[in-house]
T-cell receptor, first 111, second 118 residues
């Protein structure tokens, strides 16, 4: 079993839809959770960074962490074609620790 | 966020040769890392580049194949040695913000170096 599981998609939605991206993990020691967006032929761009459980909102993006269920989510409201990219979840145990990535979900937002 | 640049952005190399990839960060950072991303795959950590000491390699990666330097707090190099077509991949430099910065503990990535080995 992989430490971090993420549905690779692809996921296709119409413009304006609410998108839900999810990851599950097995290591209960993970405390730091990140979501990255990666456009084709570009490096990953940090979107959201969350410590421990709870929600964090930034514009159209909301990150949720449920440590009891070992489940994290990224919600995108009012999705735009420019949101079309691969979204990677990542997490680590402590501040200097190794970042473990999910497989990435490919999202396509159709105009 | 910290700005990370890499050189070259892409290269096509012959089997058996070596390529050195440079990574420059625009501010002092605590930790620097090198990742590999094969087509359609997620990121795999190659090693942590330690300033002033030998890099720490992950299982499956060795110093002879991927020598790494980190002479200061803003610069690192990764060499891919004695290349084979299996080394064709994107190589990404990454760094975490310094403890004195607002980006402390956030991890950023460079644009990547796209390597093709013939």
């Amino acid at each position: 079993q992989k430490e971090v599981e993420q549905d690779p998609g692809p996921l296709s939605v119409p413009e304006g839809a609410i998108v839900s991206l999810n990851c599950t993990y097995s290591n209960s020691a993970f405390q730091y959770f990140m979501w990255y967006r990666q456009y084709s032929r570009k490096g990953p761009e940090l979107l959201m960074y969350t410590y421990s459980s709870g929600n964090k909102e930034d514009g159209r993006f909301t990150a949720q962490v449920d440590k009891s269920s070992k489940y994290i989510s990224l919600f995108i409201r009012d999705s735009q074609p420019s949101d079309s990219a691969t979204y990677l979840c990542a997490m680590r145990v402590d501040q200097g620790g190794k970042l473990i990535f999910g497989q990435g979900t490919e999202l396509s937002v159709k105009p | 966020s910290a700005v990370i640049s890499q050189k070259p952005s892409r290269d096509i190399c012959q089997r058996g040769t070596s390529l050195t990839i440079q990574c420059q960060v625009d501010s002092q950072v605590t930790m620097m890392f090198w990742y590999r991303q094969q087509p359609g795959q997620s990121l795999t950590l190659i090693a942590t580049a330690n300033q002033g000491s030998e890099a720490t390699y992950e299982s499956g990666f060795v110093i002879d194949k991927f020598p790494i330097s980190r002479p200061n707090l803003t610069f690192s190099t990764l060499t891919v040695s004695n290349m084979s077509p299996e080394d064709s991949s994107i190589y990404l430099c990454s760094a975490t913000g310094n403890s004195g910065s607002k980006y402390y503990n956030e991890q950023f990535f460079g644009p990547g170096t796209r390597l093709t080995v013939l």
